[in-house]
């Protein structure tokens, strides 16, 4: 792979992502709204952007690691982004979890202007993205896709394709999000419930994954649960509520009745109320254990 990357965005995501880059030797470009986000990568070799226009190449391809619609819209096609400097070899490769509707209207405006673009958000935490370990998904053109390929298996164990609807990857984000956080919203009412009961929740917690839910989700968040392992952050609830907002607007737009993504975007509302934002998502299990009177 001999490709010019830029990599905007240098949050816990973006770092990593850029990390497992540069540890396969490849030349990268960062840029980060706070510069400093990016003085470990650029002490090993990346290249500093004073702008995210600067971290494009007309024939590269540039990674889009953001918090939300508005950050996207801003470093791709605000005063200094890299709407213009992508050529026709270069793409853009969006890797946020955004509302469908802008996944639009970006695609439209690279077409306009003869670049690529595709969306392939990811499901993984920082640092299966440090190590390529991230599930990727992708959805676009097909030549768009073959610019990125070498890319995208760098730092993916996976890379599933959703076909040419540049909006079919970033639903089934939102889908998946939408169910880890109900994982998450039901290990802790049942942790609540068991603790009231004076059950041992850690007991339980083991049979449960050792059986019935032998996965990720609930072995690995479970624990965060249990461990009140709630900071640092591994994916912040400010963004859990964000994207469980997102299957909410994208269910209304076609009429798919969520009455539990309801019930969640309540929980998460009252958890960013009580200043939890900047904890990890599944401290929405604090508000659960308080609804029991267990007053965490």
């Not at 792979?1 to 960062?30: E, P």
């Not at 670049?115 to 676009?140: M, N």
């Amino acid at each position: 792979m001999n490709t010019k990357i830029g990599v905007i965005g240098l949050g816990g995501m973006g770092s990593g992502i850029a990390s497992r880059l540069l540890d396969l030797g490849q030349r990268i470009t960062v840029w980060n709204r706070t510069a400093s986000a990016g003085d470990a990568l650029v002490a090993r070799g990346a290249a500093r952007a004073a702008t995210p226009a600067e971290a494009a190449a007309s024939d590269g391809v540039v990674i889009t690691m953001v918090a939300n619609d508005a950050a996207l819209e801003s470093v791709t096609c605000g005063e200094h982004g890299f709407l213009d400097r992508l050529g026709p070899e270069g793409v853009h490769v969006s890797m946020s979890t955004v509302s469908v509707g802008l996944v639009r209207q970006l695609a439209e405006r690279h077409a306009a202007r003869g670049s690529h673009f595709i969306a392939a958000p990811v499901f993984g935490r920082p640092e299966a993205a440090a190590a390529g370990k991230l599930w990727v998904l992708q959805s676009g053109a097909p030549a768009a896709k073959a610019r990125a390929k070498a890319v995208l298996e760098a730092i993916g164990q996976g890379v599933v394709d959703f076909g040419e609807a540049e909006e079919a990857a970033p639903v089934a984000k939102i889908a998946g999000n939408f169910m880890i956080a109900s994982s998450v919203e039901t290990m802790s009412e049942a942790f609540a419930l068991l603790e009231k009961c004076g059950v041992d929740t850690h007991i339980w917690h083991d049979l449960m994954t050792r059986s019935l839910f032998a996965g990720v989700i609930h072995t690995n968040y479970g624990r965060f649960i249990l461990d009140r392992a709630f900071s640092p952050p591994g994916f912040k609830l400010a963004l859990g509520a964000k994207d469980v907002s997102l299957a909410l607007a994208t269910a209304q737009e076609r009429q798919v009745p969520m009455p539990f993504a309801s019930v969640l975007g309540d929980r998460f509302l009252a958890s960013l109320a009580q200043g939890r934002g900047e904890l990890d998502w599944t401290a929405i299990a604090i508000a659960a254990a308080n609804d029991a009177g267990l007053n965490r």
